[in-house]
């Protein structure tokens, strides 16, 4: 068995098509609900991964010439310098042989001296839930998955009024000048949210650093949409909902962040800004067949504003994090 870096922009036709090969039969296994993952839109989210998680990594595993497994790893930075983000798959067909624990005992010292090690949007009860706890890690979060499927969606749940002293602004790309200082501090009411344990912080956002992560996604590709609420009085953008539409999977649109500062919540802010996402969405891409979020378990509130709107429960999942030192010393991954 050989471990090797997978260099996604050299990569040879055939090994892309092996590493789908991977990801395409776990899924099935892992995450049937789910529509099945094209070759297309797997190389171009490779290529193109979700922004503010830093650089992504790729290792395989070779095992008589073919690819059995892949990894996924995430180098955040600022806030979550000390953090790797690592998803490992292996084939179904070799589970339980001892390749993921390798894998992740080969992993360990690639990591660029990062001390903690966190995987996410893991199957709860499944194979890589009990994986992970075998070899050292503790669940830290449980997340649900939630979907809204355009075509069968009422859309008359989107018909929901702006509460007295507030307007409703949106727009795709560069926020305007004129709010961009209170629509960052805005963002900020997300590190209020319930993430159970997990050591990811979400950014601590400037103007200034809006602008970047809006370079960013124009130079991904990415279509980055905001809808904010405004409070009259003050003309600060309280609230804020974000949709990204990636250009490898142009019909469907991921769900973001929502956030509403503290003292403007109780309004019904959250569900007026998510209900006029998607009715401007689909106003401008008719062409959008599904939108996809996660929430917090605990954050039962923002599960029942996206029910109100036409999401629904799919799938849970967990999040798993441990000390690279305390991986490495496990008997499992020691051998």
Not at 200 to 222: C, K, Y
Not at 241 to 249: D, L, M, N, S
């Amino acid at each position: 068995m050989g471990v090797e870096l997978f260099d996604i922009a050299e990569a040879a036709e055939e090994d892309l098509r092996s590493v789908h090969r991977v990801v395409l039969a776990a899924q099935a296994v892992d995450r049937p609900d789910e529509v099945p993952v094209t070759f297309e839109a797997l190389v171009g989210s490779m290529r193109t991964p979700p922004a503010g998680f830093g650089p992504r990594r790729y290792w395989v595993v070779r095992r008589d010439g073919g690819i059995v497994a892949v990894a996924f790893v995430n180098l955040p930075d600022a806030e979550n310098g000390h953090l790797a983000l690592v998803t490992i798959t292996v084939h179904p067909r070799l589970r339980r042989r001892g390749i993921g624990t390798a894998f992740l005992r080969d992993l360990l010292p690639r990591l660029e001296g990062r001390p903690v090690v966190e995987g996410w949007e893991i199957t709860s009860g499944g194979a890589g839930e009990h994986w992970a706890v075998s070899v050292g890690f503790r669940v830290v979060n449980t997340m649900v998955l939630q979907l809204l499927p355009v075509a069968e969606v009422d859309r008359s749940t989107w018909d929901v009024a702006v509460p007295a002293g507030y307007r409703v602004e949106d727009w795709v790309g560069a926020a305007p000048d004129a709010l961009l200082e209170s629509f960052a501090r805005a963002r900020n009411a997300l590190r209020d949210a319930p993430f159970g344990e997990i050591d990811f912080q979400a950014p601590l956002w400037t103007g200034d650093r809006v602008r970047e992560a809006e370079a960013d996604l124009r130079a991904r590709g990415v279509e980055q949409r905001m809808v904010v609420a405004v409070h009259e009085e003050s003309g600060d953008v309280v609230g804020v909902t974000e949709v990204e539409v990636r250009p490898h999977r142009p019909h469907w649109a991921s769900q973001r962040e929502t956030s509403v500062l503290g003292a403007h919540r109780g309004h019904g802010l959250g569900r007026c800004i998510k209900a006029h996402m998607a009715r401007r969405l689909l106003t401008d891409r008719p062409d959008i067949e599904r939108f996809y979020t996660t929430t917090s378990a605990d954050n039962t509130h923002m599960i029942r504003v996206n029910e109100a709107i036409g999401y629904r429960t799919v799938r849970t999942q967990v999040s798993v994090k441990q000390d690279v030192t305390v991986l490495a010393a496990h008997p499992r991954v020691l051998g």
